[in-house]
């Protein structure tokens, strides 16, 4: 991942629906709503203040906003926020929809116009609610643990915008704990007793993810015996999470965007348009700012997704969380029989890198207690406890010297470790990074850095 603070405290472009920048050095959130007066009909004086990416209107008890005028109808029309503004577009009304007196199918709507649905006038104003983000007083949210800064501004956050329909993007190294993340934003919204649907687009074949995402009617395509649902309509009313956004091949990318802009799917083989209401967050473990470089990546897309930017951090930049995580960890996996570490293996947790991040650390408490053993004593320096395969280097004993410090002791240690474990890994892996990534569940830019911290070049090997 990129170098910046777990916060993008940017200014995102003005498609996002919530911007996020700093206001004297505290971050605040600019939130895009919109008010709708009505001006003529039975609820003539009355405001709606709406925050949503699709506003529909009409005399149906299901709308957005409903108009009881006889003349309205039961979907008369709806504002649709895209990368240039507020659309308005008739649903197909029996008495049309007006846009400053004249008739339109779709138009983009100035602050102040007024739209007539039947004998109806509502007037349309557009506005932002600036939002100061202070570091939350809390040491858990949701399922998420942690007591430093970077953690409580990132509470901070999901405070504010978990009770909108803001869309999220979340972004951060392999392991950090996205997931988690986004299922607390899910707990804390108004969405909680709807469903929360994950889907991992980098698990699914791209001949499946379609279907997984958009269901598929019977006889679709081979093997398709029975009409099914995708995750869009499972999760109707709640959240979709979608996991390793990045693995998303391009030709899917447009379907997904008519979903954000206009939340309506149709199935694989089907004809039939089919409304949904649910909120979208994603994640990704690449930097799709590269990937829309590489055109990998659609931009339209990443601006529409990247609504409120969260980065996970690394276990390594937010160490203070260490004893507190370990703690809700273990009380988790023992529950009342949770031992108490000693201050040595404390610090050994304390000194590890981390490169698989909270999931190794939570990993390593676990192995722990199934053999009974410290988990001090299964991270780095003492490799040979981590189940590496009998034909991963050892290297000779290490001698101890007087007088320095367990830290110092242990980073001599560790860095004859790494550079051994990556040529060794490298070398199983014929020089390829990713595979290389892959086969020790680390982060592939972490392996870049290690990489380059021990001066060696994979081409080498």
Request: aromatic share 6%; hydrophobic share 40%.
């Amino acid at each position: 991942m990129r170098a910046q603070s777990e916060l993008a405290f940017h200014t995102v472009a003005d498609v996002s629906g919530t911007r996020i920048q700093r206001d004297g050095g505290v971050p605040t959130v600019n939130l895009r709503q919109c008010k709708l007066v009505v001006l003529k009909g039975p609820e003539r004086g009355s405001e709606h203040v709406v925050q949503g990416e699709v506003i529909r209107v009409g005399k149906g008890e299901d709308n957005d906003l409903v108009i009881t005028d006889e003349t309205v109808s039961r979907y008369h029309f709806e504002i649709v926020r895209d990368a240039k503004g507020y659309l308005l577009r008739d649903l197909q009304s029996t008495n049309g929809t007006f846009l400053d007196g004249a008739e339109i199918r779709e138009a983009y709507i100035r602050a102040g116009a007024v739209i007539a649905a039947g004998a109806a006038e509502l007037k349309f104003s557009p506005f932002e609610e600036r939002i100061q983000i202070l570091p939350s007083e809390k040491e858990k949210l949701g399922s998420m643990v942690g007591r430093s800064q970077k953690v409580r501004q990132i509470f901070g956050l999901i405070e504010r915008i978990a009770p909108t329909d803001a869309t999220v993007l979340i972004e951060g190294e392999t392991g950090t704990g996205k997931d988690i993340l986004a299922r607390s934003i899910h707990q804390l919204s108004k969405r909680k007793d709807a469903p929360f649907v994950v889907v991992d687009c980098g698990a699914v074949s791209g001949t499946l993810i379609e279907s997984e995402l958009f269901g598929h009617e019977k006889g679709a395509f081979t093997g398709a015996s029975t009409q099914r649902l995708g995750a869009f309509e499972y999760a109707n009313g709640g959240t979709v999470f979608l996991d390793e956004l990045g693995e998303l091949s391009l030709d899917l990318q447009p379907k997904l965007l008519r979903v954000l802009e206009q939340r309506e799917i149709r199935r694989v083989g089907g004809s039939q348009t089919i409304k949904v209401d649910l909120r979208v967050i994603a994640a990704t473990r690449m930097d799709l700012r590269s990937e829309i470089e590489k055109g990998k990546f659609r931009e339209d897309l990443y601006f529409r997704l990247n609504v409120v930017p969260i980065v996970s951090p690394a276990l390594r930049d937010r160490k203070d969380d260490i004893p507190l995580l370990v703690r809700h960890f273990l009380k988790d996996l023992a529950h009342e029989d949770a031992p108490e570490l000693t201050e040595a293996s404390l610090a050994a947790l304390m000194a590890h890198d981390w490169p698989g991040n909270v999931r190794e650390l939570r990993n390593v408490l676990e192995r722990a207690l199934a053999l009974r053993a410290d988990p001090g004593t299964l991270v780095a320096p003492l490799g040979e406890q981590r189940g590496f395969s009998q034909a991963a280097p050892q290297g000779p004993g290490f001698t101890f010297e007087e007088g320095i410090s367990f830290r110092e002791q242990k980073e001599r240690w560790t860095d004859e470790f790494e550079s051994k474990y990556l040529r060794w890994l490298l070398e199983g892996a014929s020089g390829n990074i990713s595979k290389a990534a892959r086969a020790a569940d680390m982060d592939r830019k972490y392996l870049h850095k290690l990489l380059k911290k021990h001066d060696i070049d994979p081409r080498d090997l």
